[in-house]
């Protein structure tokens, strides 16, 4: 039996790491893993010690009001390694948790594998010297973070985007809106808030105000809002008592074919926009302390990460005070009026899904974790 740590704190991670597992698996039958994670990771086998929805958090202040929990998660999950050490480690994101586990499972001498990169090229990159040390090899999965790991002397390979495997619209799309109440034949704004309590308790209101002004400017206009696996739609409803918003749970993918336009949250859901070819605002709003705190560390010339691959202002971004429902409403109905500007913009997105690699990035980053595991036996 071959025994894996696997440690990811947010739903983007669990399904990243759960697919890692089931094309390991192929390979690798005797595999028990063990760790954090979430629904799909579960349903992949592992026994988990915490689950993602306790452990997802966003913003600065945020993380500081769980670190209780969190400190107790993480004795957790090294006493679990202690009494029964695994082979290797595979470490999903989730920076500030991960890499504080990563230099403890280094001085027990377990092999540490980190997938989805830490945002060292955004903010703080004097955590590569740290990483050099405590990571055994460092999977990436947007291209232009390879040559930085690369040149900081920290083991890496680019693996792709696990989405290009994932990401796929309903197959009819007149089909799925007429399933949804709504008539094929007029335009469709798909909203996504986020997949957090808190980033959607920020981004929600001016969304909503955004939507009532829409509504009444363009009343043809219908909306359609995904509502991520970790929310309960019944907590969203109150808020658009006023709009008229059809809510889908669990078919984010047919939500973004769907649509004409998408007003998403910045985060793993615009990866998911571009790759559907889904022309975007992309909104983003933090508690305004966290927001004050954190921009005097981020060194990125957009945040948008579909305008970081691109290299360009590619879509609009919206982030705090930017974020009104003024500038909403305005950026997003050109692209839901005018042909030739949602053209452009998909023009664009076809060159962002390029650079995201090829289909079968799961299955390289699962190769890469099992050379790690046979060096453990060698």
């Not at 390991?24 to 689950?51: E, I, P, S, T």
């Not at 083991?155 to 619209?169: E, I, K, M, N, W």
Request: glycine share 8%; net charge positive; charged share 25%.
């Amino acid at each position: 039996m071959t025994r894996l740590l696997v440690s990811c704190g947010e739903p983007s991670g669990d399904l990243y790491a759960a697919e890692l597992v089931r094309h390991l698996r192929q390979v690798r039958a005797d595999l028990d893993v063990f760790g954090l994670g979430g629904d799909r990771l579960r349903d992949q086998g592992a026994a988990l010690r915490a689950d993602v929805r306790e452990l997802a958090v966003v913003g600065l202040l945020e993380v500081i009001s769980h670190l209780r929990r969190l400190r107790r998660v993480f004795r957790d999950l090294l006493d679990e390694v202690d009494r029964r050490p695994p082979a290797a480690a595979v470490l999903v994101d989730y920076a500030e948790f991960n890499l504080r586990l990563a230099a403890a499972l280094r001085r027990r001498g377990i092999p540490v594998v980190y997938y989805v990169s830490p945002q060292v090229w955004a903010w703080r990159r004097g955590r590569l010297r740290d990483i050099r040390r405590t990571v055994s090899r460092m999977l990436v999965i947007f291209p232009f973070e390879e040559p930085l790991y690369r040149e900081a002397g920290v083991p890496v390979r680019f693996v792709g985007h696990p989405l290009v495997d994932l990401v796929a619209p309903a197959p009819d799309r007149a089909a799925f809106l007429r399933q949804q109440g709504l008539d094929p034949g007029r335009p469709v704004l798909a909203v996504l808030p986020g997949s957090r309590p808190k980033e959607i308790a920020h981004n929600l209101p001016p969304i909503v105000a955004a939507l009532r002004r829409l509504q009444g400017e363009r009343p043809r206009v219908q909306f359609l809002l995904a509502v991520a696996p970790s929310i309960e739609p019944g907590s969203l409803a109150p808020r658009f008592e006023e709009v008229p918003v059809r809510m889908v749970g669990g078919a984010t993918h047919a939500v973004l074919g769907a649509c004409d336009a998408a007003v998403v949250a910045s985060g793993t859901a615009t990866v998911e926009a571009a790759l559907l070819g889904a022309p975007m605002v992309v909104v983003y709003r933090l508690s305004p302390l966290t927001y004050h705190l954190g921009r005097r560390l981020v060194r990125v010339p957009h945040y948008a990460m579909a305008n970081l691959i691109a290299g360009r202002r590619l879509v609009p971004e919206l982030i705090q005070s930017d974020f009104t429902p003024e500038r909403v409403a305005a950026e997003a109905l050109p692209l839901l009026e005018d042909a030739a500007v949602r053209g452009r913009m998909k023009e664009g997105l076809a060159e962002v899904r390029e650079r995201l690699g090829g289909p079968g990035a799961s299955a390289r980053a699962a190769d890469e974790v099992r050379q790690v595991l046979d060096g453990f036996h060698e």
